[in-house]
């Protein structure tokens, strides 16, 4: 694996597989990564564009937040998940039903400041 000038591997080559949900000042992305010991697990990171500075002259940073979920929690996650979405639905009835593009990052990760 390649190493970036600090000796540390680049988060992107850990990515074995990747989405992405492009939803207003966010990005969702959903990558499966792999460990050093080649064991993969879930990434899930939400990315949202921070407008600073002024009208005249603009400034952009990324707020990042992750959440890992390791294949031995995939049950537990997705079942708490799933009731989490119905509790919200039940209480204030159905979501609205929205196409959500999903696809393969057009964006790079190197591309973003974090």
């Known amino acids: 694996m390649k190493e970036n000038n600090r000796g540390h591997r680049s988060a992107e080559q850990d990515i074995l597989f990747t989405r992405s949900i492009k939803a207003g000042k966010r990005i969702y992305y959903i990558d499966v990564k792999q460990s050093s010991k080649g064991d993969m697990y879930l990434a899930l990171t939400e990315s949202k564009r921070i ?4 009208a005249d002259m603009p400034t952009f940073s990324y707020e990042k937040h ?3 979920v390791y294949p031995e929690d995939f049950d537990k996650f997705t079942g708490s998940l799933n009731e989490a979405i119905q509790f919200i639905c039940d ?3 159905q979501v609205q039903q929205r196409t959500v593009e999903m696809h393969d990052s057009d964006i790079k990760l190197d591309d973003l400041e974090f």
């Not at 407008?51 to 002024?54: H, K, P, Q, Y």
Request: hydrophobic share 30%; no cysteine; net charge positive.
């Open 51 to 54: 407008v600073g500075g002024d």
């Open 66 to 68: 992750k959440l890992f």
């Open 91 to 93: 209480k204030q009835g």
